[in-house]
């Protein structure tokens, strides 16, 4: 069969298009009803089409008027994940242009209750699944993926899904929906990215009983043979595409931090829940100073919740402040962590060896208010996926403390969240200084309307990522998300925060995420770890490497 080629701006060969209802079933190649007359006649796609030919705006158009018609936000996010099934460039194209509306339905918070209810919202799959099952074979498994230039990959095992917990193989919503944020707020090739689910069991007694469930029916492997499949993974991968970055995504506590530690000298690798999250908190801290007129080296700052994300906040905020010029030791003396026993001091016996760092000579506190008032912080940040734990008690303690407060409630999704924007602001008579993980509309108080910042890791891995790529960095160090948390800060503007909004508006992500992008690639080059030469225009270069969504002429 004829075989047309085109050049793909993401190879360095000519590709070969598939023909007929091939090519219509092919996400990255098919225009739907946007091939031309000729294309149809050379591409044998004559009469498999409606007769009209539109433009891609014409075909926006259609999209969004079926968005707006879906009843909930579930049927919104079937709507578009069908959608980038049949045709990725529309897909982004429309992303693209309504960031705003669009993420929060292809991720949190509608990502999680798509993950709850995977099994019954499954059509066709999308990423790569490898199961226990398939150990002594995983480089034969990755084989199968269609595309042979992969440069980012996200992988979970659904231990931790969001603040849901363990949901098995219907975590896989998660990757897919991350490295749908790599494209739409940082332009990565779509061509070059890749989900991957390490399917090892589910402890979800509910996920084994339920006949729609799409993983393996056996609780989860743990020890020498869960380590020996993530090996192979991991020197798979490297093997077959030395030049891929690897986001470790929603692993539990048990296994995110010694993974990281593990592979992060070995291979190009990050976690993004603990240093994403981590560089996009310390932005919102740097924007949030300029508000209260402070330096970070004053702040004291309490946590709920000493898990994988509130850790990785504490030790970038840390070594923040130690560049500022204090020492380590006092540097971390200005992060305290209550978990679900209390106060982390030095005097309990039951601490995980990631707590013990922050772990301070301190009388014992049973709960979080009583922490506020016996350690008087700047700020709480609120990690806990627990839900409405930062009460009004705890908000009225902290603005008795502190003229302008910051509160960041930052578990995901809204249903986890520790407080909601209306209540920090109502709470705080309008003096909070509000984040979150999840979106929450504007509020009105006292006249005043305020429009709450969601502190989104969308601000920072999709930029870190492409930088990365970008200079095909050998490794990731937490510097690089030291430097991506103050590109990210200098980027909100004053409007910005004379509205309450400690980040800047989604609207301008792509911009945003080509300047972290240009600063994360400066810190690859000063350490060493680039594969490349550096470019006389970093700036340029990087706008260089960032996809856009547009059809390809086939004729």
Not at 182 to 194: E, K, L, N, S, W
Not at 254 to 283: M, P, S, W
Not at 472 to 497: G, I, P, S
């Amino acid at each position: 069969m004829l075989k047309r080629t085109v050049k793909s701006k993401s190879a360095s060969a000519k590709c070969h298009v598939p023909r007929g209802a091939k090519l219509l079933h092919d996400p990255l190649w098919n225009k739907g009803t946007a091939f031309t007359d000729e294309e149809r006649d050379a591409l044998g796609l004559r009469g498999l089409l409606p007769s009209r030919v539109l433009t891609i705006e014409e075909q926006e158009r259609r999209v969004l008027a079926n968005f707006e018609k879906k009843p909930n936000d579930l049927e919104r996010y079937v709507q578009l994940i069908s959608l980038q099934d049949r045709n990725e460039t529309l897909f982004y194209h429309v992303v693209m242009n309504h960031v705003e509306k669009m993420m929060p339905i292809i991720y949190t918070p509608t990502v999680g209750q798509a993950c709850q209810e995977f099994g019954v919202l499954f059509r066709q799959a999308r990423g790569l699944y490898i199961s226990i099952k398939d150990r002594g074979r995983v480089a034969q498994v990755l084989k199968n993926w269609p595309q042979k230039d992969v440069r980012v990959i996200v992988v979970t095992d659904g231990e931790r899904i969001l603040g849901l917990g363990d949901l098995g193989a219907f975590g896989m919503s998660i990757p897919i929906g991350k490295l749908s944020l790599y494209t739409a707020c940082a332009g990565v090739d779509p061509a070059q990215c890749m989900p991957v689910m390490l399917d090892v069991g589910t402890e979800n007694d509910s996920l084994l009983h339920n006949p729609l469930y799409t993983g393996l029916c056996q609780g989860r492997v743990r020890g020498k043979e869960y380590d020996a499949l993530v090996d192979e993974f991991v020197t798979a991968v490297h093997k077959t595409w030395p030049k891929a970055l690897i986001q470790f995504e929603d692993f539990a506590n048990i296994n995110a931090f010694r993974l990281l530690e593990h592979y992060r000298g070995k291979v190009c690798t990050f976690n993004d829940d603990i240093q994403g999250t981590a560089a996009v908190t310390l932005a919102g801290l740097y924007s949030a100073l300029r508000i209260t007129g402070r330096a970070l080296r004053d702040q004291t700052i309490l946590f709920l919740g000493a898990g994988e994300a509130g850790t990785g906040i504490g030790n970038l905020i840390a070594s923040a402040m130690t560049d500022e010029g204090m020492s380590p030791e006092e540097a971390r003396r200005k992060c305290w962590f209550v978990d679900s026993h209390g106060l982390v001091v030095k005097s309990r016996q039951d601490l995980a060896e990631h707590k013990l760092r922050f772990a301070h000579d301190h009388p014992f506190c049973a709960d979080f208010l009583s922490a506020i008032r016996t350690l008087k912080p700047t700020a709480i940040v609120g990690v806990s996926a627990m839900p409405k734990t930062f009460t009004q008690p705890v908000v009225e303690a902290m603005s008795e403390l502190n003229k302008r407060p910051i509160i960041f409630a930052l578990s995901n999704p809204t249903s986890k969240a520790e407080c909601s924007a209306e209540e920090a602001y109502t709470w705080s008579k309008g003096q909070a200084i509000f984040a979150s993980g999840s979106p929450f509309p504007p509020c009105v108080y006292g006249g005043k309307t305020f429009v709450p910042g969601q502190g989104n890791n969308a601000y920072i891995f999709p930029g870190v990522g492409l930088g990365i790529i970008a200079c095909e960095a050998r490794h990731v160090t937490d510097r690089m998300f030291a430097e991506a948390a103050k590109a990210l800060a200098a980027q909100v503007q004053e409007n910005d925060l004379a509205m309450g909004r400690v980040y800047p508006s989604l609207q301008h992500i792509q911009e945003v995420s080509a300047g972290i992008a240009v600063a994360v690639a400066e810190c690859v080059f000063k350490e060493g770890l680039a594969s490349i030469r550096k470019p006389r225009n970093l700036l340029k270069f990087i706008r260089s490497k960032m996809w856009a969504p547009q059809y390809r002429n086939y004729v």
